[in-house]
Nanobody, 124 residues
């Protein structure tokens, strides 16, 4: 199971940290991704961190502003979001899977497990 939390309302230029708590399975074997969906738009990839030691990946739109990390002691993946923009407003979802290959990392359909969304609203 995945549980995402940490969303809220923030002014443009501010920061938020999202958390995705993973329970069940073996945490170190999971690739965890963050996706978001803004009103009236398709779901889009935000960031992913591969299973233990496998690297991090970001959408161009968030590169340099967002940082994904994992805490193995807490079975939790974080998405630190800085320099937030109004266009970052969306429901953010975390997803996990143990069998994702590099070429499918940005595809939501590749992930079997999803958490509930957490709303991030950035005001201008």
């Amino acid at each position: 199971q995945l549980q995402a939390f940490g969303g809220g309302l923030v002014q443009a230029g501010g920061s938020l940290r999202l958390s995705c708590a993973v329970s069940g399975g073996t945490f170190r074997t999971y690739t965890v991704g963050w996706f978001r969906q803004a009103p009236g738009k398709d779901q889009e990839f935000v960031a992913a961190i591969r299973r233990s030691g496998g690297g991090t990946y970001y959408a161009d739109s968030v590169k340099g502003r967002f940082t994904i990390s994992r805490d193995r002691t807490k079975n939790t993946v974080y998405l630190q979001m800085s320099s937030l923009k109004p266009e970052d407003t969306a429901v953010y979802y975390c997803a996990a899977d143990s069998g994702i290959i590099l070429s499918s990392l940005t595809m939501g359909t590749a992930y079997d497990y999803w958490g509930q969304g957490t709303l991030v609203t950035v005001s201008s």
